[in-house]
Each structure stands twice: as structure tokens, then as C-alpha cells.
């Protein structure tokens, strides 16, 4: 989709993209940095598992996760440090940073590495770290994940969610992953292992997959993935 068709301020901007299978990707947010562009933002081959076959009839998951970490860069160290990879992160400031080609297998998510491609959201999550922040991120109360309260916590900016969001999208219609959320039968959003997670397409938390894991709770994904334009 030409997104300059759709959007006539696009045309009078530079248009942004993404790497998918060694091609770019028109995206519609104003902040994006790739590897290739910047090639300090990429991640070690010996990091992840890298292909030269597309792996497109394969992907069919979008997981969303939190990096525990103050920002992209820190969160980039501890990616290199840990030998983990990611193939996104979205800075504090709404910039989307792309760290490796989505065809690429990324170590982010033991269990659907093979089929999915993750993003890491920045968020040091504890409110201890509230003071860190200018300006004040949001407090998120009440948050519940795995039948627990594990609120207060600190919050994804707008400007993340708005990025989340587009950069979701992006993905899902370029790699034809269902814009489709866990439920449960009243159409609310599963705060935990989802059963079904390895038969399940769409877009999922880290918390989805795993017992051990909360991020990232009190995010609506929902809303990330409604369909605006209705």
C-alpha cells in the first residue's frame, strides 16, 4: 500500500520503511531508524538465527514485550550481553528502531521464535525509577496479570502506543498475521497464558506465552490492534 496516496502530508515528508526479506516497507510514523540506515543499532548474526530462505508461510505471531531497561540503547547492550535478539524496539520517545531483517529469526520468545517477530517496548516498569523520566511517564494501577494484582507500574508513553500500534499493523498486513488478540468468551482480553498459544494467530503478550513472564501487562492490545478507520 502506498501510504502517500492516503496520506497527502506524506508527500511533503520524507516517507519512512522498514526491512522485510531485504526489502523495504513503507511505514507511516515519523521516527524510524534501521540497522541498515545506522548500522550501530544491529544485532550479531551469532544472535540470532539467520536465514537466507524466506520464512514468510511461517509467521503468523506479532509478540509485544517490555525491555525492563531505561532505553532502546540500554536495552540493545543487554540483547548483545545476553545473546538475545529482537527484530524491534520503540524508544522512549515513540522512535521505532529496527535491529534485524524480519526474516530473520529472532531469540525473544521461547517457543514461537521460529514464527514470530517480537518488539520490545522501553519501560523500566518499577515506579521506583518514576523520577528517572522527564517528563513523568504514566502510572498504570490496578494492573492484573496471571490472576494477580501487580500494579502500580509504570506505562507505555502515547507516543509508544501510537508507534506500537502503527508499526503493528505494518507488520501484520506485510506478513499477513491476523489482527486478532487473545479472548476469552466475553471478548475480553486473556491477562495470561493463553491456552492455545502455539496453534493461535494474531498478535500476543510475552505473559501469552509464558507463566514466568508479565510483560507487558496493562497494555489494552486491544486497542493496538482495532481497526481505526471504522
Same mark, same amino acid.
Given at each position: 500500500?502506498? $501510504?502517500?496516496?492516503?496520506?497527502?502530508? /506524506?508527500?511533503?515528508?520524507?516517507?519512512? &520503511?522498514?526491512?522485510? @526479506?531485504?526489502?523495504?516497507?513503507?511505514?507511516?510514523?515519523?521516527?524510524?531508524?534501521?540497522?541498515?540506515? %545506522?548500522?550501530?543499532?544491529?544485532?550479531?548474526?551469532?544472535?540470532?538465527?539467520?536465514?537466507?530462505?524466506?520464512?514468510?508461510? @511461517?509467521?503468523?505471531?506479532?509478540?509485544? &514485550?517490555?525491555?525492563?531497561?531505561?532505553?532502546?540503547?540500554?536495552?540493545?547492550?543487554?540483547?548483545?550481553?545476553?545473546?538475545?535478539?529482537?527484530?524491534?524496539?520503540?524508544?522512549?520517545?515513540?522512535?521505532? $528502531?529496527?535491529?534485524? =531483517?524480519? @526474516?530473520?529469526?529472532?531469540?525473544?520468545?521461547?517457543?514461537?521464535?521460529? @514464527?514470530?517477530?517480537?518488539?520490545?517496548?522501553?519501560?523500566?516498569?518499577?515506579?521506583? &525509577?518514576?523520577?528517572?523520566?522527564?517528563?513523568?511517564?504514566?502510572?498504570?494501577?490496578?494492573?492484573?496479570?496471571?490472576?494477580?494484582?501487580?500494579?502500580? $507500574?509504570?506505562?507505555?508513553? =502515547?507516543?509508544?502506543?501510537?508507534?506500537?500500534?502503527?508499526?503493528?499493523?505494518?507488520?501484520?498486513?506485510?506478513?499477513?498475521?491476523?489482527?486478532?488478540?487473545?479472548?476469552? %468468551?466475553?471478548?475480553?482480553? $486473556?491477562?495470561?497464558? &493463553?491456552?492455545?498459544?502455539?496453534?493461535?494467530?494474531?498478535?500476543?503478550?510475552?505473559?501469552?506465552?509464558?507463566?514466568?513472564?508479565? =510483560?507487558? /501487562?496493562?497494555?489494552?492490545?486491544?486497542?493496538?490492534?482495532? =481497526?481505526?478507520?471504522?
Amino acid at each position: 500500500t502506498d $501510504i502517500r496516496k492516503q496520506d497527502p502530508v /506524506a508527500k511533503k515528508r520524507e516517507v519512512k &520503511h522498514i526491512w522485510c @526479506n531485504g526489502q523495504k516497507v513503507e511505514i507511516n510514523w515519523p521516527k524510524v531508524v534501521t540497522y541498515v540506515e %545506522e548500522s550501530k543499532w544491529g544485532i550479531p548474526k551469532k544472535n540470532m538465527r539467520y536465514r537466507t530462505s524466506p520464512r514468510d508461510p @511461517n509467521i503468523d505471531k506479532f509478540v509485544v &514485550h517490555w525491555d525492563g531497561c531505561f532505553s532502546t540503547e540500554m536495552c540493545h547492550h543487554v540483547l548483545e550481553s545476553r545473546g538475545l535478539s529482537v527484530h524491534f524496539c520503540i524508544d522512549n520517545d515513540g522512535t521505532i $528502531i529496527q535491529l534485524m =531483517d524480519t @526474516n530473520h529469526t529472532a531469540w525473544h520468545a521461547r517457543g514461537v521464535n521460529r @514464527n514470530s517477530i517480537g518488539v520490545e517496548v522501553s519501560n523500566a516498569v518499577y515506579t521506583k &525509577h518514576a523520577k528517572k523520566y522527564k517528563p513523568a511517564r504514566p502510572v498504570w494501577k490496578d494492573v492484573e496479570c496471571h490472576g494477580k494484582q501487580i500494579g502500580p $507500574i509504570l506505562g507505555f508513553t =502515547d507516543e509508544q502506543v501510537k508507534a506500537l500500534k502503527v508499526l503493528t499493523k505494518t507488520v501484520c498486513e506485510r506478513y499477513k498475521i491476523p489482527l486478532a488478540v487473545p479472548l476469552n %468468551e466475553k471478548g475480553e482480553l $486473556i491477562k495470561g497464558v &493463553h491456552g492455545p498459544w502455539k496453534t493461535f494467530k494474531g498478535v500476543m503478550a510475552h505473559y501469552h506465552l509464558n507463566k514466568g513472564k508479565t =510483560d507487558p /501487562a496493562g497494555l489494552d492490545l486491544k486497542e493496538v490492534v482495532k =481497526d481505526e478507520t471504522k
